[in-house]
């Protein structure tokens, strides 16, 4: 449907998933997404022209709908003639005929059963069944029970995304009838992702208790790295007497602060699976590694149930 060679999707990543990550995965034969959470509109533009320089493969942009320029980045992919979109964040309804008119797949991101057959509804061309051992924003559902739930009830291709960073969790997410799998985590140890060092230092030393929910209580659950700003973020969270806009006020910006910057006050987004990423190396081992160590694994597995 994509026309790519591998079922695996990058991540679109707030402020990490630009050209260099999309185009190194794409041409591995998987399908690489710009993030439009950049710098604004223009800098997104700027990113999807640099990423055509770079491959001739397909990818992606992935948007983030209650963005505050959500509405000029839907317009302006279709201007830049993008072909592949996953949405987050909101519902992609008010833009879908839009989308569909000018050829575009859309693939939203879900968390529930519910969500899947809402966005089927409203004309999408696949989901993403992402479970909550992802990084960044996430819902209440694990990845085992919810994907092949989503499965069992829509109609289209289901891509299953949370907590997999190898061949055999890629192996376990096509066991439970997804299509393809989705990954974030594991890029960000790719020798094309532009993540300031210090947030790569930081995953290659995680282990399997390094992460942390915050922003429940807001309703905006995130999953990062354990930092002084994370457990700062949830000490001011579960103190009656911190008021919530200086919560927010405090975690304004931090993504973006951890990816430039290496900020220590900065929020080291990444899933459960950081503490199985080992080591930096090119996106092309890493695709390959996916579905090499899926396939080996499945294989050993018939062996074992024959």
Aim: hydrophobic share 45%; proline share 5%.
């Amino acid at each position: 449907m994509l026309g790519i060679k591998y079922p695996v999707f990058q991540g679109g990543m707030a402020w990490v998933a630009d050209a260099s990550l999309a185009a190194a995965v794409s041409n591995a034969g998987g399908l690489g997404l710009i993030s439009s959470i950049n710098a604004g509109t223009e800098a997104v533009r700027d990113e999807i022209r640099k990423c055509r320089e770079l491959t001739d493969k397909p990818f992606g942009v992935n948007i983030m709908l209650q963005a505050p320029n959500a509405g000029e980045i839907a317009q302006m992919v279709i201007e830049e003639g993008v072909r592949i979109l996953t949405t987050g964040a909101g519902s992609p309804s008010p833009y879908m005929q839009a989308w569909k008119e000018a050829g575009i797949k859309v693939i939203p991101v879900v968390a529930s059963v519910a969500l899947a057959l809402k966005m089927q509804a409203a004309g999408a061309d696949a989901v993403v069944a992402e479970g909550a051992e992802s990084g960044g924003h996430v819902g209440e559902l694990h990845t085992m029970p919810l994907v092949p739930q989503v499965v069992d009830a829509v109609d289209i291709p289901v891509i299953a995304a949370g907590g997999i960073c190898d061949g055999r969790g890629a192996a376990a997410a096509f066991m439970l009838g997804a299509d393809a799998i989705q990954v974030g985590t594991r890029f960000l140890s790719a020798e094309e992702c532009t993540v300031h060092p210090e947030y790569k230092d930081k995953i290659l030393k995680a282990s399997d208790v390094s992460t942390i929910v915050t922003g429940k209580s807001f309703g905006h659950p995130v999953r990062s790295l354990k930092t002084p700003f994370s457990r700062n973020f949830a000490k001011m969270e579960n103190d009656p007497a911190t008021a919530k806009e200086d919560i927010l006020s405090f975690g304004s910006g931090a993504l973006r602060k951890a990816v430039q910057e290496g900020d220590r006050n900065g929020s080291y987004m990444a899933g459960e699976c950081a503490g199985m990423v080992k080591k930096i190396e090119p996106a092309k081992d890493i695709v390959e590694d996916l579905i090499l160590g899926a396939e080996k694994v499945i294989r050993e597995v018939s062996d074992r149930l024959a």
